[in-house]
């Protein structure tokens, strides 16, 4: 399965049809929702009153074929589908019912504890001032067109597309790829069709296959990469935002100065507020295609030229929390990096080893594999005080990465594989700091010499001896 993603350059008629497409599934979903959990609350009200749980009720399910035939028999007479429902493509509505289906799904599976991840609520409805517009189609008129500047949608007819579709159009005409469905979606001001597509890749070998490499994200360089062959190489970051705070703010302040809209009080944006706001979305949209121009790029040449990566298992959503750190953090884009990298290396059947994420690969020494107690965020030098050790701490931590790869050679490493030998506690890691005791910093982690663990546990037991000895 693969995707790919044009953007379109719909006229006034066509946008307006695509809206209408995207409002039909956001209904659907709305409608779905109610009339799974208005059972629920009826249930509820009448075990209130006393009634026996057999003469309730009963269920309704959230199986999408049910669904489907409900809402086809009420969507005539219901005031929310009544008079327009036959301007849209019946996809549209399909595709509001099968999102609502897979999140009542999600819900049962989270509460039954069969999912993994954060715990899902239950589904809720969809307002339109914060729905991403987006239609799924999976029947009729699904055709990229032979000029390569056209798609056929349903309903839509022929809609021109702002790039070439010779990419994919190609494939399709030597019967290499059969397209499945076509999503389209609004963001970031502009209207896209994605095309879901079966094809048969070919495999690509990359250039060190034998090669293994540890990559240590961060703030001050984006990665550090330690490989096996003695290499380290430092991946700067771009700062794609801080590049473009002064006209952010520039444009904050222009819009702050004009009429916006009010919720409270019904008042409508002005004009010059919609004009502002438009030129600095712009911004924000300049901003989110650059950083993810340089992801795509980085990680490429990442997976055509290494066999295995390991990576850490980073709690990004814990770093947004730190007030100083979390608009880098943002802007680096460390979780979008991971995705990339895994699915990208299972095209080229490579593995992606992913460290546990109490591993203290920064505390560590990748000489002789000494443990400090501790080294706060500000210290960018690690020194080791065993073997002496001077290293940048990223590199340092990208080369205890790569020594895990040993540990880890076969699956993709991914977590939730299988197959995969997870590396619990690497180096004896656990999710405690050691404390150092005084007079031991020459020890790594505080660790005494056999004759003087000995007199301390002695020592313990004459105190404790005494304690509790009559008086």
């Given at each position: 399965?693969?995707?790919?993603?044009?953007?379109?350059?719909?006229?006034?008629?066509?946008?307006?049809?695509?809206?209408?497409?995207?409002?039909?599934?956001?209904?659907?979903?709305?409608?779905?929702?109610?009339?799974?959990?208005?059972?629920?609350?009826?249930?509820?009200?009448?075990?209130?009153?006393?009634?026996?749980?057999?003469?309730?009720?009963?269920?309704?399910?959230?199986?999408?074929?049910?669904?489907?035939?409900?809402?086809?028999?009420?969507?005539?007479?219901?005031?929310?589908?009544?008079?327009?429902?036959?301007?849209?493509?019946?996809?549209?509505?399909?595709?509001?019912?099968?999102?609502?289906?897979?999140?009542?799904?999600?819900?049962?599976?989270?509460?039954?504890?069969?999912?993994?991840?954060?715990?899902?609520?239950?589904?809720?409805?969809?307002?339109?001032?914060?729905?991403?517009?987006?239609?799924?189609?999976?029947?009729?008129?699904?055709?990229?067109?032979?000029?390569?500047?056209?798609?056929?949608?349903?309903?839509?007819?022929?809609?021109?597309?702002?790039?070439?579709?010779?990419?994919?159009?190609?494939?399709?005409?030597?019967?290499?790829v059969r397209i499945l469905s076509a999503t389209v979606r609004y963001e970031r001001g502009r209207w896209f069709v994605s095309f879901q597509v079966e094809t048969a890749r070919e495999m690509s070998r990359v250039s060190h296959p034998d090669t293994a490499v540890g990559i240590d994200l961060g703030v001050k360089h984006l990665a550090v990469l330690a490989d096996s062959s003695g290499q380290t190489?430092?991946?700067?970051?771009?700062?794609?935002?801080?590049?473009?705070?002064?006209?952010?703010?520039?444009?904050?302040?222009?819009?702050?100065?004009?009429?916006?809209?009010?919720?409270?009080?019904?008042?409508?944006?002005?004009?010059?507020?919609?004009?502002?706001?438009?030129?600095?979305?712009?911004?924000?949209?300049?901003?989110?295609?650059?950083?993810?121009?340089?992801?795509?790029?980085?990680?490429?040449?990442?997976?055509?030229?290494?066999?295995?990566?390991?990576?850490?298992?980073?709690?990004?959503?814990?770093?947004?929390?730190?007030?100083?750190?979390?608009?880098?953090?943002?802007?680096?884009?460390?979780?979008?990096?991971?995705?990339?990298?895994?699915?990208?290396?299972?095209?080229?059947?490579?593995?992606?080893?992913?460290?546990?994420?109490?591993?203290?690969?920064?505390?560590?020494?990748?000489?002789?594999?000494?443990?400090?107690?501790?080294?706060?965020?500000?210290?960018?030098?690690?020194?080791?005080?065993?073997?002496?050790?001077?290293?940048?701490?990223?590199?340092?931590?990208?080369?205890?990465?790569?020594?895990?790869?040993?540990?880890?050679?076969?699956?993709?490493?991914?977590?939730?594989?299988?197959?995969?030998?997870?590396?619990?506690?690497?180096?004896?890691?656990?999710?405690?700091?050691?404390?150092?005791?005084?007079?031991?910093?020459?020890?790594?982690?505080?660790?005494?010499?056999?004759?003087?663990?000995?007199?301390?546990?002695?020592?313990?037991?004459?105190?404790?001896?005494?304690?509790?000895?009559?008086?």
């Amino acid at each position: 399965m693969q995707a790919y993603r044009f953007a379109l350059d719909p006229n006034a008629g066509q946008e307006q049809a695509l809206r209408s497409h995207c409002g039909a599934a956001r209904a659907a979903y709305n409608w779905a929702v109610s009339w799974v959990t208005a059972s629920w609350s009826q249930r509820k009200a009448e075990a209130s009153y006393g009634i026996a749980e057999d003469e309730l009720t009963p269920w309704r399910s959230w199986s999408l074929p049910l669904m489907r035939k409900e809402c086809n028999r009420v969507k005539a007479t219901d005031p929310r589908f009544a008079g327009w429902w036959r301007e849209n493509s019946k996809e549209a509505y399909n595709t509001g019912l099968s999102n609502a289906a897979a999140a009542f799904d999600n819900y049962a599976k989270s509460k039954q504890g069969k999912r993994r991840g954060a715990r899902v609520g239950v589904p809720r409805i969809k307002t339109k001032r914060k729905t991403r517009p987006a239609c799924r189609f999976t029947t009729g008129t699904i055709r990229i067109e032979l000029d390569n500047r056209h798609v056929s949608l349903p309903r839509l007819g022929r809609i021109r597309t702002h790039e070439s579709t010779i990419k994919l159009s190609g494939r399709i005409q030597t019967g290499r790829v059969r397209i499945l469905s076509a999503t389209v979606r609004y963001e970031r001001g502009r209207w896209f069709v994605s095309f879901q597509v079966e094809t048969a890749r070919e495999m690509s070998r990359v250039s060190h296959p034998d090669t293994a490499v540890g990559i240590d994200l961060g703030v001050k360089h984006l990665a550090v990469l330690a490989d096996s062959s003695g290499q380290t190489r430092y991946e700067p970051n771009p700062e794609h935002l801080d590049g473009a705070l002064k006209l952010l703010r520039f444009h904050s302040r222009r819009v702050s100065r004009r009429q916006g809209p009010d919720r409270r009080t019904g008042r409508k944006p002005s004009r010059r507020w919609e004009k502002a706001n438009r030129e600095r979305n712009k911004v924000h949209r300049r901003v989110a295609n650059l950083r993810a121009d340089a992801l795509h790029k980085f990680t490429t040449r990442v997976r055509a030229e290494y066999g295995t990566v390991v990576l850490e298992d980073l709690n990004v959503a814990g770093m947004l929390r730190n007030r100083r750190l979390a608009r880098r953090v943002a802007d680096a884009g460390f979780g979008e990096i991971r995705r990339q990298l895994i699915y990208k290396g299972r095209r080229n059947l490579c593995t992606t080893i992913v460290a546990n994420r109490w591993s203290p690969t920064s505390k560590t020494c990748s000489d002789c594999g000494a443990v400090k107690a501790k080294l706060p965020l500000h210290v960018r030098v690690f020194t080791c005080d065993t073997c002496g050790l001077v290293l940048d701490r990223d590199e340092n931590a990208a080369r205890n990465l790569l020594a895990l790869a040993a540990n880890c050679t076969t699956g993709t490493g991914v977590a939730g594989d299988q197959d995969t030998p997870r590396v619990s506690k690497p180096r004896e890691a656990d999710r405690k700091t050691r404390r150092q005791r005084p007079g031991r910093s020459g020890r790594a982690g505080g660790a005494s010499l056999p004759h003087q663990r000995q007199k301390e546990t002695g020592d313990r037991r004459q105190d404790t001896e005494a304690r509790h000895a009559p008086r």
